[in-house]
Each structure stands twice: as C-alpha cells, then as structure tokens.
C-alpha cells in the first residue's frame, strides 16, 4: 500500500482520474473470525458493519456506484448452519440497511437469483429496493446468490431467437443483473486471495484489480483511500 492520508487520498478520488464504479469482494470474514478466536458467525456479522461504513467512504470520495459481493452462488454449499446464519443475518440486514440507505440517501439494488431465497427474505429485499429507489447520492449493488457463470445463462436462456440473430454487446450487457450499473472501474478483493470468483467476468474485463491480504472485517478507510490513489496513478489501456 502507499501509505496515503485519507484527505490527500480523498482529494486524488475526486479528480477526474476517480473510478465511477467500484467492485469489491468483501472476502475473510470466517478467517478474521478464526484469528481473533471468535465463531464464523461473528466474522460475517462484523463484516456487515464494515459494509455500512463503506457506503460512507464511497460517499467522501465522491464515488456513485459500489457493488459488493455478499453471497455467491457456491456459498449454497457450506454448512447448513452457517447458511441459516446467513439468512438470518440478511434479515436483519434487510431493515437495517433501509435505515441507513434512507439517512445517506442510498439506493440499494439486489443482484443475483432472488428466487433462491426465502419469501420473507425476497419482500424484504423488493422493499428495500423500492422505498430507496429515488435517492441519487450513491447506488449500492448488493451481489446476493450471485455467480458470473450463471447471470450469463440467465441473460442466454432469456432472449428470444430474433435477439440472439442481432445481438451485440451493448444489448446483452442491459440484460445483465447489473444493468443498472457502469461496468467497474476497479474491483478490489480483500484476504489476500488472488482471484475474482466469478464476480462480474462480463462486466470486469478492463477493470483494473486489487488485491489486499487484509481481511474485510479489518480493512480500513485508510486503505480505501490508499488503493483509489494507486487507482489514479495507474494508466488505463483498455485493450489498446
């Protein structure tokens, strides 16, 4: 890391060379948990509370689009306990972050495959949605139940044989989940783990990446703004 103060960091993440749209992938919740010899559970509860400060930083630095990877598709597979864990905690997420979204003026945008959850969860989740959908200041994309393999099956499976025959990149990328977002500027993955998982490949291929050994529960302002300033120093190609 540079090592940057948060004000000049900040000021860097406001010119011109600021990313618009910023991908993380909010990784060793269970790690950080483990070290500090606390339960799984806590890990991913501390690394909600982390979430809701960097909708804060994101506002600062005057960024206005952030989407996180919450859940993905293979996190099906874990322990039946943690998974309940995991529910239980969106539920409580679902009327939290409406009282934080509405205090920033957030929008909040679920992505991934709804259907999997819960008919509570599900409510919460289209209440959520509807009740921010006017604010401007900042738009949170929330990736629950998400995979990259999958989101382009969906898009595939859905159109129609007239658009497959004209189909261009421009119209399959409105048909992504995320189509209410600019593809990513950077994607940063916290834990020290060097690689996206299935996190926005359509959306990611000029996205210049990050990765941080620091677990998401302890990753810092300070290191935001540190990685926004390397972001601004480095020259972007996009293929040419």
């Known amino acids: 890391m540079f090592g940057v103060k948060d004000k000049k960091g900040a000021a860097i993440a406001k010119t011109a060379a600021a990313p618009r749209c910023i991908g993380i992938i909010m990784d060793g919740n269970r790690r950080w948990a483990k070290s500090h010899g606390l339960?799984?559970?806590?890990?991913?509860?501390?690394?909600?509370?982390?979430?809701?400060?960097?909708?804060?930083?994101?506002?600062?630095?005057?960024?206005?689009?952030?989407?996180?990877?919450?859940?993905?598709?293979?996190?099906?597979?874990?322990t039946k306990e943690e998974v309940n864990y995991l529910m239980d905690l969106f539920r409580v997420m679902m009327g939290d972050l409406l009282a934080t979204a509405t205090t920033e003026k957030t929008r909040v945008i679920f992505?991934?495959?709804?259907?999997?959850?819960?008919?509570?969860?599900?409510k919460g989740m289209r209440n959520v949605?509807?009740?921010?959908?006017?604010?401007?200041?900042?738009?949170?994309?929330?990736?629950?139940?998400?995979?990259?393999?999958?989101?382009?099956?969906?898009?595939?499976?859905?159109l129609s044989p007239a658009e497959i025959t004209?189909?261009?990149?421009?119209?399959?990328?409105?048909?992504?989940?995320?189509?209410?977002?600019?593809d990513p500027d950077m994607v940063v993955r916290t834990s020290g783990e060097k690689r996206t998982s299935g996190f926005l490949p359509w959306q990611s291929v000029y996205s210049e990446l990050f990765?941080?050994?620091?677990y998401w529960p302890a990753f810092s302002k300070k290191e935001f703004f540190s990685l926004l300033?390397?972001?601004?120093?480095?020259?972007?190609?996009?293929?040419v």
């Open 39 to 78: 339960p799984p559970f806590e890990g991913h509860r501390r690394g909600y509370a982390k979430l809701k400060k960097l909708t804060g930083w994101a506002k600062e630095a005057g960024i206005p689009y952030i989407i996180v990877y919450a859940f993905s598709t293979e996190n099906w597979n874990r």
């Open 111 to 122: 992505i991934g495959q709804r259907e999997r959850f819960a008919a509570d969860i599900l």
């Open 129 to 158: 949605e509807e009740k921010t959908k006017n604010f401007k200041d900042l738009t949170l994309g929330v990736a629950l139940s998400y995979g990259g393999r999958p989101e382009i099956v969906s898009v595939i499976r859905s």
């Open 166 to 182: 004209n189909l261009d990149e421009e119209t399959f990328s409105k048909k992504l989940w995320t189509k209410d977002f600019p």
């Open 211 to 214: 990765f941080t050994d620091t």
């Open 229 to 239: 300033a390397e972001y601004a120093l480095r020259k972007r190609r996009r293929g």
